[in-house]
């Protein structure tokens, strides 16, 4: 076993480091379901030679990473009595991961689909500890709950998996029922403290770690083998009784090799990541594939949009597709910190994610088939003798009085040609009492765009192929429009319209 003043040690610096928590959470209604729940593992740690009597030789078990993970275990369907028998020893296989077909699997926009995952970022639908992760071809989600998010490889020894578990409590060790132990807290240190000071387990040096955003302590553990009781050939490890309220539990039997990384999440939820294996052959065979998928984990809101979701709101960091009503689809990427606001038949529009303003602001603005607004009515409707062409709309705009343009500059985008200029309002123009230089309109009735003196755009006007046009606005306040441009330009050239 390891020594009280190792995890003392351990647990002193993770404390005095002061484990930080990420916003608070919208958690889902729990929901009732019988499991226990696999969950991830990022690093690696091996056992090595462990023999009949694993305790005596806890103490030299070598960590082989400064950051490891803890392998845990899950079995489905498991009654409430887990009093356990023997396991049939399960013959090793080397993990094979096959790949499932992307057009059957579950997309990245679907994240409430079980089974096959197509290959890219997902989402837990119902955790109560929010997070996103990674995947290639070869991976199923087989459960997501509020309590748990089990993940398998094709390929791989039965009983072999990456698990999540949100807010355990430490199980009965006095019998086999499936309750909480009174008495004992819930805390990162709690657990970790009964976890190696438990007589039936040999557990590795806990190392401080952080996963996706959350700090915590990660160790192996499995059951020593000279343990009796009170569960034969098991020890109890954790519930959901009082907690998350619904009957799934967790322990460790028989030769199984468990990587527990147990993590000070949000409102005091201890979130549980874990690899489970049944023997340490196969624990290390699957720590390989397992290893990107637990280091890809990241802690999030749940209201964050997916790629290819039909979503309003804070984007996930990378790829991102228009959807209908927009008629001129389009892909795009983004970083951390974006968010879309706006999707109609016209206009499709992204924010940095903490701009207030809804009617205008900082933002990218993607705009279908404009007109040139009349500028001798407080109306919406077309100035007389201009076309709709992407020339003839740029000539009309060099014309107008009281706007500074730049000279246009052929330019393509996302398989679009056309030209880009910067333009700044010098007077107010016609403002037909909105304050507005009024500039634009669309066929949608609700819809019209005009700018203010001190909030230059940069404007892209391309050519659709059915020949419409796109324009694209990058827009801020003066006092922000350079450094706010070489942000969204990125983004701008990330484009990539299809028909």
């Given at each position: 076993?390891?020594?009280?003043?190792?995890?003392?040690?351990?647990?002193?610096?993770?404390?005095?480091?002061?484990?930080?928590?990420?916003?608070?959470?919208?958690?889902?209604?729990?929901?009732?379901?019988?499991?226990?729940?696999?969950?991830?593992?990022?690093?690696?740690?091996?056992?090595?030679?462990?023999?009949?009597?694993?305790?005596?030789?806890?103490?030299?078990?070598?960590?082989?990473?400064?950051?490891?993970?803890?392998?845990?275990?899950?079995?489905?369907?498991?009654?409430?009595?887990?009093?356990?028998?023997?396991?049939?020893?399960?013959?090793?296989?080397?993990?094979?991961?096959?790949?499932?077909?992307?057009?059957?699997?579950?997309?990245?926009?679907?994240?409430?689909?079980?089974?096959?995952?197509?290959?890219?970022?997902?989402f837990s639908d119902q955790l109560v500890t929010?997070?996103?992760?990674?995947?290639?071809?070869?991976?199923?989600?087989?459960?997501?709950?509020?309590?748990?998010?089990?993940?398998?490889?094709?390929?791989?020894?039965?009983?072999?998996?990456?698990?999540?578990?949100?807010?355990?409590?430490?199980?009965?060790?006095?019998?086999?029922?499936?309750?909480?132990?009174?008495?004992?807290?819930?805390?990162?240190?709690?657990?970790?403290?009964?976890?190696?000071?438990?007589?039936g387990l040999v557990a590795s040096p806990p190392?401080?770690?952080?996963?996706?955003?959350?700090?915590?302590?990660?160790?192996?553990?499995?059951?020593?083998?000279?343990?009796?009781?009170?569960?034969?050939?098991?020890?109890?490890?954790?519930?959901h009784q009082g907690t998350i309220n619904d009957?799934?539990?967790?322990?460790?039997?028989?030769?199984?090799?468990?990587?527990?990384?147990?993590?000070?999440?949000?409102?005091?939820?201890?979130?549980?990541?874990?690899?489970?294996?049944?023997?340490?052959?196969?624990?290390?065979?699957?720590?390989?594939?397992?290893?990107?998928?637990?280091?890809?984990?990241?802690?999030?809101?749940?209201?964050?949009?997916?790629?290819?979701?039909?979503?309003?709101?804070?984007?996930?960091?990378?790829?991102?597709?228009?959807?209908?009503?927009?008629?001129?689809?389009?892909?795009?990427?983004?970083?951390?910190?974006?968010?879309?606001?706006?999707?109609?038949?016209?206009?499709?529009?992204?924010?940095?994610?903490?701009?207030?303003?809804?009617?205008?602001?900082?933002?990218?603005?993607?705009?279908?088939?404009?007109?040139?607004?009349?500028?001798?009515?407080?109306?919406?409707?077309?100035?007389?003798?201009?076309?709709?062409?992407?020339?003839?709309?740029?000539?009309?705009?060099?014309?107008?009085?009281?706007?500074?343009?730049?000279?246009?500059?052929?330019?393509?985008?996302?398989?679009?040609?056309?030209?880009?200029?910067?333009?700044?309002?010098?007077?107010?123009?016609?403002?037909?009492?909105?304050?507005?230089?009024?500039?634009?309109?669309?066929?949608?009735?609700?819809?019209?765009?005009?700018?203010?003196?001190?909030?230059?755009?940069?404007?892209?006007?391309?050519?659709?192929?059915?020949?419409?046009?796109?324009?694209?606005?990058?827009?801020?306040?003066?006092?922000?429009?350079?450094?706010?441009?070489?942000?969204?330009?990125?983004?701008?050239?990330?484009?990539?319209?299809?028909?």
């Open positions: 076993m390891t020594k009280r003043s190792d995890i003392e040690r351990v647990l002193d610096l993770w404390l005095d480091d002061g484990p930080t928590h990420v916003p608070d959470r919208v958690f889902d209604e729990a929901v009732a379901a019988v499991y226990r729940a696999p969950q991830r593992s990022p690093w690696r740690l091996r056992w090595r030679n462990l023999t009949v009597n694993t305790r005596l030789l806890a103490a030299s078990i070598a960590v082989l990473a400064v950051v490891a993970v803890v392998g845990v275990g899950l079995y489905a369907l498991r009654p409430t009595d887990n009093t356990a028998t023997t396991p049939t020893p399960t013959p090793t296989v080397t993990p094979e991961v096959t790949s499932a077909p992307t057009s059957s699997a579950c997309q990245p926009s679907e994240p409430g689909c079980r089974g096959a995952l197509a290959s890219g970022i997902h929010p997070l996103r992760y990674s995947v290639p071809e070869g991976w199923r989600k087989e459960l997501d709950v509020p309590g748990a998010l089990n993940l398998v490889a094709n390929g791989t020894t039965p009983e072999t998996f990456i698990a999540v578990w949100p807010d355990w409590q430490i199980m009965s060790q006095s019998d086999c029922a499936n309750r909480p132990e009174e008495g004992l807290g819930r805390g990162v240190s709690d657990l970790v403290t009964f976890l190696v000071d438990h007589p190392e401080a770690v952080v996963l996706g955003g959350l700090p915590g302590i990660v160790l192996d553990i499995r059951r020593d083998e000279a343990w009796t009781g009170p569960c034969p050939n098991a020890v109890n490890l954790f519930t009957i799934g539990w967790q322990d460790v039997s028989g030769s199984r090799v468990n990587r527990l990384w147990l993590l000070d999440g949000p409102d005091g939820h201890v979130t549980n990541v874990a690899i489970e294996a049944p023997n340490d052959e196969a624990f290390d065979a699957f720590a390989e594939i397992a290893t990107p998928v637990i280091e890809s984990i990241v802690f999030t809101d749940k209201s964050s949009c997916v790629d290819g979701s039909p979503c309003i709101g804070r984007l996930l960091p990378g790829a991102h597709r228009t959807w209908s009503p927009f008629s001129q689809p389009f892909a795009y990427v983004v970083p951390d910190g974006w968010k879309n606001i706006f999707n109609t038949a016209h206009g499709y529009v992204v924010q940095p994610a903490d701009e207030t303003q809804k009617g205008g602001g900082r933002g990218i603005y993607v705009f279908l088939d404009l007109q040139a607004s009349n500028q001798a009515a407080c109306t919406r409707s077309s100035q007389p003798g201009v076309g709709r062409t992407r020339e003839d709309l740029v000539a009309w705009l060099t014309s107008l009085p009281d706007l500074s343009i730049s000279d246009p500059v052929n330019v393509e985008v996302g398989g679009l040609s056309g030209v880009t200029y910067d333009l700044r309002a010098l007077g107010s123009g016609p403002v037909c009492g909105s304050g507005d230089y009024m500039l634009w309109f669309a066929d949608d009735p609700n819809f019209w765009w005009g700018m203010t003196p001190g909030n230059p755009e940069r404007h892209f006007v391309l050519d659709r192929p059915d020949g419409g046009t796109v324009f694209i606005i990058v827009t801020a306040p003066e006092a922000d429009f350079d450094g706010f441009v070489e942000a969204a330009m990125p983004i701008v050239e990330s484009f990539a319209f299809s028909s």
